[in-house]
């Protein structure tokens, strides 16, 4: 395709990414939609199976995985393991070695034969990156559920994606694949033990650059992030491994900032993915979604209701479960919902299941339009257990 031709559709997925926030805000009178929602189901209309505006390509794939990078690299920076030390990491990962144990037993007494690893590990996944704007809009990030919802997401996200990494990656890798979990693992225990101590030294040089055009802590990130994703890349591990890995080096190095410029700093990063980079990965998820597979199967439309009751079992009454006596109430339901919606995974499992032969492409689809129906039910049904509301709490400026 030509040069004028991909402009095209570059605009027509930022025409697509603008319109979301504003259909959202325009049907909130009937019924509050994340916009994540919104953006997959554009992405749907103008891709190829409906108005055929934007057709699946390189270019757009290297953009779209890009969007995918920021939003685990997010997803890691959220993380602060101060906050989820203790009580909160350990009932999050005793629940998903449960939400596992139970999906891989549940898939293979249905006899999903070798598929059986690749699907329980697309059901016991929790989309921290999806989730954690909407909490955090809501207010319910800053509660007591925020620990919690914290550690239940980072844990929901990293165990899965690292087993994506270990058992599916492509090619020979002769050990490299270990190596690099191992050394994600040294980074995450580095941010436990990092994040108790702050670096004076490093705090002046980045506030000094931090209000000048040297932008010198975003300009940072970006590189750690590109150069999680290329090692990610060169030992055949998906990104989404190398870019939550560079997100918790990246909250480390950045606590040495005071409080107010780690919102800062947040914010120019929540600018650059979530109003750049992150809508064109859900966009485009529609737009490569097999939607004329899904509707020509009447199996893979029974089994969306399937996979959408597994996911409130695997991860969402396992973490209700896991967190008695901590959370009580609407509050302990709110986390359970939340733990149990799901998506960029899913995305991932499902494809790379279909591509390698494991599930036919009709039950790829049910699973991703399950994940889908997720986002959109999981989060509201959590925030109206909590009594909060979808629409942006107000904050003070920085």
Known sequence: MDMDGLSVQLVVLAVAAVAAPLLVDRVERWVRLPSVVVEIVLGVVIGPQVLGLVQTGVLLETVSQLGLAMLFFLAGYEVDFRAVRGRPIVSASAGWLVSFGLAAGALWAAGAGAAVLILAIGLCST??????????????????VGPHLMAVGAVGEFAPIALLALFFS???????????????????????????????????????????????????????????????????????????????????????????????????LDGIGFGAV??????????????????????????????????????GVVTWVAVRGALSGGERGALAAFAATQLPIVVIASSTAAERGLVSAA???????????????FPLVGLRWARRDTRAVSVEPI
Do not use: N
């Open 127 to 144: 989309a921290l990156g999806t989730i954690l704007p909407i909490a955090r809009d809501s207010g319910l990030l800053a509660g007591p």
């Open 170 to 268: 492509e090619g020979v890798h002769s050990g490299k694949t270990t190596l690099v979990i191992a050394l994600v693992g040294l980074a995450v225990a580095a941010a436990a033990l990092g994040s108790l101590r702050r670096s004076e030294r490093v705090g002046r040089l980045l506030s000094a650059t931090l209000g000048t055009s040297a932008q010198l802590a975003v300009r940072l990130s970006v590189l750690v992030l590109l150069a999680a994703v290329l090692l990610a890349a060169e030992v055949g591990v998906d990104i989404a491994l190398g870019a939550f890995a560079a997100g918790v080096c990246m909250q480390v190095l950045l606590s040495a900032l005071d409080e107010r410029e780690e919102k800062l700093v947040q914010s120019k």
């Open 278 to 315: 992150v809508p064109v990965f859900f966009v485009y998820t529609g737009v490569t979604f097999d939607l004329d597979e899904l509707l020509g199967s009447p199996v893979a439309l029974a089994l969306i209701p399937v996979f959408l009751g597994a996911f409130a079992v695997v991860r």
């Open 363 to 377: 039950v790829a689809a049910a699973m991703v339009g399950a994940a889908m129906v997720s986002v959109l039910v």
